[in-house]
């Protein structure tokens, strides 16, 4: 059965059992719309209008309405915005969420949430470059929020391994040298195998197999796939299935060495195409056919030796990124 590859972001909500990102909400309400025809084909949606209707800001907008294009439910038009397609033979191509029960909304988001995500990616998309002090005035002022609502900010950011405090207590990004890079691959390695191992007793049935079909899919239309896509199969392996290990401890370690999965958002989309097909697609799904038979042990292994070359494959991308792109001052960011 031909599977359709899962659009970015929904796969590790659906499966980790953690709740959905704003976009990911704003995406499944908006695509159950137009399964149920309250979106028509040709109607027009903004990302101003999407941010003002749930009460979050522009980034989780924008990708919602990036993941409906990549759906086939939606399409850009001129100007800017994007337009519904002809619903009956878009649902027929896409891989879209059921319908929602009527009436279901966002509930207003925490005031660190709603600028979480866009402070995240401009950081991301800098420590290819440079480390960089972070000043939480800046910070604050840039999104007009309150120091405490900064705050809050970058102790998420530390919990995810993207942003330090030094010796003096001040916040900073480290940049992602090849060092750097090697010793966050390096625990990875040692952490994510046994969290593979301690996750699979206890991960849902039919799991493995939808991986299985995302990844043949993806595979499938490897030359051409979306870099958005890229980064929701890896957070579906790395962050999806390994959340399942029901070791709070071993998964919040694991956490402050996964800010490379934060980073590969922009890398992927950032680098040139350094491959014909990403070699992380046959490697994964080695991985998976291990899983499918119950072997273990030796999914486990594979997962170490993916690792491994993921490791020098991210440095070299980074290293290339570094040399071809001009990030925009920030004024919360003064390089070290």
């Not at 028509?40 to 522009?58: H, Y």
């Not at 102790?155 to 916040?171: H, N």
């Not at 049935?205 to 199969?233: C, E, F, K, N």
């Not at 790395?238 to 922009?266: D, K, P």
Request: charged share 20%; glycine share 8%.
């Amino acid at each position: 059965m031909d599977e359709t590859p899962p659009a970015a972001g929904n796969v590790v909500a659906a499966q980790s059992g953690a709740a959905p990102r704003l976009y990911e909400r704003a995406f499944r309400i908006l695509a159950g719309r137009i399964a149920q025809g309250a979106l028509v084909s040709g109607e027009r949606l903004l990302e101003s209008r999407v941010a003002l209707e749930f009460g979050i800001s522009r980034a989780p907008a924008r990708q919602a309405l990036a993941e409906l294009e990549a759906a086939g439910l939606v399409r850009k038009i001129d100007g800017h915005g994007y337009a519904v397609v002809d619903a009956p033979a878009a649902l027929a191509s896409a891989a879209v969420p059921h319908p929602l029960a009527g009436g279901e909304r966002l509930t207003a988001a925490p005031s660190w949430e709603r600028i979480y995500r866009d402070a995240e990616a401009e950081i991301a998309a800098r420590i290819a470059f440079g480390s960089w002090r972070i000043t939480e005035t800046e910070l604050a002022a840039a999104y007009g929020v309150s120091r405490t609502v900064a705050r809050e900010v970058l102790a998420r950011l530390q919990q995810s391994g993207l942003v330090r405090k030094d010796d003096k207590s001040r916040w900073f990004a480290p940049a992602l040298t090849p060092d750097y890079v090697a010793e966050l691959y390096e625990m990875r390695r040692l952490l994510e195998p046994v969290a593979l191992t301690k996750a699979m007793p206890r991960v849902p049935p039919g799991t493995i197999g939808a991986m299985r079909g995302h990844l043949d899919a993806a595979l499938a239309q490897a030359t051409t796939i979306d870099s958005a896509v890229l980064d929701s199969l890896e957070e579906e392996l790395h962050v999806g299935l390994l959340g399942h290990c029901g070791n709070g401890t071993l998964m919040e370690a694991l956490g402050r060495y996964q800010s490379l999965l934060i980073a590969h958002r922009f890398l992927y989309g950032a680098a040139p195409r350094l491959y014909e097909i990403e070699p992380f697609l046959p490697e994964h799904i080695a991985i998976v056919e291990r899983l499918e038979i119950g072997a273990v042990v030796a999914a486990a292994e594979l997962l170490a030796e993916h690792l491994a070359c993921a490791s020098e494959r991210a440095i070299a991308r980074i290293a290339l990124v570094a040399g071809s792109f001009d990030p925009q001052p920030l004024p919360y960011l003064e390089p070290l």
